[in-house]
């Protein structure tokens, strides 16, 4: 079974701090990896999207992929209030669009 | 605005009344599926479609059909169903269903209650 694995928490940062959300994933020939943000009730909501190993930053938001580990992290600098949310891990591995997602992990920053 | 949109948002309804929750998005996305979300489990996928007519299973597909007849829709039928089927459906949508081009965008959710 394909699995990818995250930290529930909660997470709990200051305001102003960097959250660092951290997924693994199973299976070595994933290609595709993702984060999405669900405020509760809300729909998943694509924040960020990594295909090859190393960073790519988006505004406050830093994916980090590394292959080799099965290893994918989200950081989110100067965290706000508002980024309180569950941040979902989401992996593609073949060519049929399926998305599998971690549990998800609990972001609570404190004002 | 780009957008895939679901109805009902909000559905109670009683063990074995047809129903259809429908998705349709209008980005012109070749790529379709549905999810649900239960505590503890997760969102987990029920049926896909990679583009017109085709349709196919994925991982939790009993009890439920799917059509695609049109690029914009993608109708969720539960022919019969059961109190085990009460959970928080997502539609979602992508260009394709293509490793390196998928990036899958949600609906707002289903809320379907089955007593």
């Known amino acids: 079974q394909k699995e990818v694995e995250q930290n529930s928490g909660p997470l709990s940062v200051p305001e102003g701090a960097i959250a660092s959300l951290n997924c693994t994933y199973s299976d070595r020939v994933s290609q595709s990896f993702f984060w999405y943000r669900q405020y509760s009730g809300k729909s998943p909501e694509l924040i960020m999207s990594?295909?090859?190993?190393g960073d790519k930053e988006d505004g406050r938001f830093t994916a980090q992929l590394n292959k080799a580990s099965q290893y994918v992290s989200l950081l989110i600098r100067d965290s706000q209030p508002s980024d309180s949310a569950t941040y979902l891990c989401a992996v593609n591995t073949g060519n049929t669009g399926k998305l599998i997602f971690g549990q998800g992990t609990t972001l609570q920053v404190k004002p | 605005e780009a957008q895939v949109t679901q109805n009902p948002r909000y559905l109670i309804t009683v063990t074995g009344k047809k129903l259809t929750v429908t998705c349709s998005q209008n980005m012109n996305h070749e790529y379709m599926s549905w999810y649900r979300q239960d505590p503890g489990l997760g969102l987990r996928q029920i049926y896909y479609s990679m583009n017109v007519e085709v349709t196919d299973k994925g991982d939790v597909p009993e009890g439920y059909k799917v059509s695609r007849k049109e690029k914009r829709n993608f109708p969720l039928i539960l022919e019969s169903p059961s109190p085990n089927q009460t959970s928080l459906y997502f539609c979602?949508?992508?260009?394709?269903?293509?490793?390196?081009?998928?990036?899958?965008?949600f609906g707002p959710g289903t809320r379907l209650t089955v007593l």
């Open positions: 979602a949508s992508s260009t394709t269903g293509l490793a390196g081009y998928n990036e899958q965008f």
């Open positions: 990594i295909y090859s190993n």
